[in-house]
C-alpha cells in the first residue's frame, strides 16, 4: 500500500508545534516520520526499475577500456528504498514501494547500459579482477530522493574517473538534475527519479568521453 503523503504532511505540522529546539527537533521529526511510513506496510511493495540512458552519442568511439565501480551511497540511499524528503533536514522511506535491487548496485547496471548504448568505449564492465582496464570510474550518490515540498525529484552523482595501475585522479565532477513528479504517489516518484537519473548518466557519459 503506497503511504499517503498528506499524512507525513499533518505530522511534520505537529511535531514542528512542539518548538523541539534544534538538532533534537530534526531527529525526532525523522524518526517520527519513519514510524507512520513504516506502520502502513500490510501487502507486498510494488518494485520499480530505472532505465538507461539512450539518447547520450559522443562524436566519435573511443578504444579507451573502463571499469565501472559500485556507487557509494549512504543510508537509507544504501537499500532498496525509495526515499523523500518532508524537508531539507528530514527524510523518510516510502512504504509499499521499492527498487527492484540495492540503488547503489541498480544504477551501476543502468550506467554501464548507457556506456554501452553510446558505443563509446572499446569496452565496460564491472571489475571482477580478471579485467584489466585503462580507467575505472568511481561514483557516490549524494542524492537519489523526491523533494516533497517541491514536487520535483533530485539526483546528484559525483564522479571521478580514476586512471588505473598509477592511480591517478584523470578529473572529477559531480552532475546533477531534477525531474518534475506528476503525483506523490509510488508510480510516480520513482518515473520522476529515472527522468533524473537518465539526465545525469547521459552527462556523465559525454563528460567521460572527453576525458579518456
Known amino acids: 500500500m503506497i503511504p499517503d503523503v498528506s499524512m507525513i504532511r499533518r505530522r511534520f505540522r505537529a511535531i514542528m508545534a512542539m518548538r523541539m529546539p534544534g538538532a533534537p527537533r530534526i531527529a525526532a521529526l525523522a524518526l517520527s516520520l519513519a514510524l507512520p511510513l513504516a506502520g502502513c506496510a500490510s501487502s507486498p511493495p510494488a518494485t520499480y526499475d530505472l532505465s538507461a540512458n539512450a539518447s547520450a552519442r559522443p562524436a566519435r568511439a573511443l578504444g579507451a577500456q573502463v571499469v565501472v565501480t559500485e556507487p557509494v551511497a549512504t543510508a537509507p540511499g544504501d537499500s532498496d528504498r525509495i526515499v523523500v524528503r518532508p524537508t531539507p533536514d528530514t527524510f523518510a522511506t516510502l512504504s509499499g514501494a521499492q527498487w527492484t535491487e540495492r540503488l547503489p548496485r541498480l544504477i551501476q547496471t543502468r550506467l554501464l547500459q548507457s556506456f554501452e548504448n553510446a558505443r563509446l568505449l572499446r569496452f565496460v564492465s564491472r571489475p571482477d579482477g580478471r ?77 567521460t568521453a572527453g576525458r579518456v
Open 131 to 207: 579485467v584489466v582496464a585503462q580507467f575505472s570510474l568511481n561514483t557516490e550518490i549524494r542524492r537519489f530522493d523526491l523533494d516533497l515540498s517541491r514536487r520535483a525529484a533530485l539526483v546528484e552523482i559525483s564522479t571521478k574517473l580514476v586512471e588505473e595501475g598509477a592511480g591517478r585522479i584523470v578529473a572529477a565532477k559531480i552532475f546533477s538534475a531534477r525531474a518534475p513528479a506528476t503525483g506523490e504517489d509510488g508510480a510516480s516518484i520513482a518515473a520522476a527519479l529515472d527522468a533524473a537519473l537518465r539526465e545525469v548518466m547521459g552527462q556523465i557519459v559525454l563528460w
